[in-house]
T-cell receptor
Framework: EDQVTQSPEALRLQEGESSSLNCSYTVSGLRGLFWYRQDPGKGPEFLFTLYSAGEEKEKERLKATLTKKESFLHITAPKPEDSATYLCAVQAQGGSEKLVFGKGTKLTVNP | ETGVTQTPRHLVMGMTNKKSLKCEQHLGHNAMYWYKQSAKKPLELMFVYNFKEQTENNSVPSRFSPECPNSSHLFLHLHTLQPEDSALYLC?????????????FGSGTQLSVL
């Protein structure tokens, strides 16, 4: 069974304090790994897709990396507006369009 | 604004009620999805529609009945729900091809079943 585990569950940072979020996964052949951001009262917002080990994607202060067992979302010099829940999901190879999500990491960045 | 609109934003219903959730997108997507987000649990896929045809049902109880009259609209009809069905119900849509994995979500309907 495909599984995604995110850690930590919650993370508090001071503005400017860089850190990383972890997403460990087990899947029967990875088709893609996805990162989404979810603000309170809203649906998830797409950030990145990673398809193969060694791949990296960047967007502003965020950088996502992928290995064969896990992905990291690095946050460099975060700002309060980066506060949100970050969700990781995987899609297995095959015909299903199902994304298997983790429970997320709730990030709070204090000014 | 993601281009995916869900109504109502909040819904309270009794176990014997019948209600419907509505989702609308004007992004030109041909795939639409229903997801369930419960407290302390991961997002769970419920249904997938491609070109108005249901292509996935993730073992969802029959008290949830989806309807997709066209590629822009998606409904979720609810009847005789249980308190454990209380959750945030999210609609999403996507482009065809490899971009299919990039989902555009609505803001959801927060459902409370009494």
């Amino acid at each position: 069974e495909d599984q995604v585990t995110q850690s930590p569950e919650a993370l508090r940072l001071q503005e400017g304090e860089s850190s990383s979020l972890n997403c460990s996964y087990t899947v029967s052949g990875l088709r893609g790994l996805f990162w989404y951001r979810q603000d309170p009262g809203k649906g998830p917002e797409f950030l990145f897709t990673l398809y193969s080990a060694g791949e990296e994607k960047e967007k502003e202060r965020l950088k996502a990396t992928l290995t064969k067992k896990e992905s990291f979302l690095h946050i460099t010099a975060p700002k309060p507006e980066d506060s949100a829940t970050y969700l990781c999901a995987v899609q297995a190879q095959g015909g299903s369009e199902k994304l298997v999500f983790g429970k997320g990491t709730k990030l709070t960045v204090n000014p | 604004e993601t281009g995916v609109t869900q109504t109502p934003r909040h819904l309270v219903m009794g176990m014997t009620n019948k209600k419907s959730l509505k989702c609308e997108q004007h992004l030109g997507h041909n795939a639409m999805y229903w997801y369930k987000q419960s407290a302390k649990k991961p997002l769970e896929l419920m249904f997938v529609y491609n070109f108005k045809e249901q292509t996935e049902n993730n073992s969802v109880p029959s008290r949830f009945s989806p309807e997709c009259p066209n590629s822009s609209h998606l409904f979720l009809h609810l009847h005789t729900l249980q308190p454990e069905d209380s959750a945030l119900y999210l609609c999403a849509s996507s482009h065809p091809g490899r971009q299919r994995e990039k989902l555009f979500f609505g803001s959801g309907t927060q459902l409370s079943v009494l």
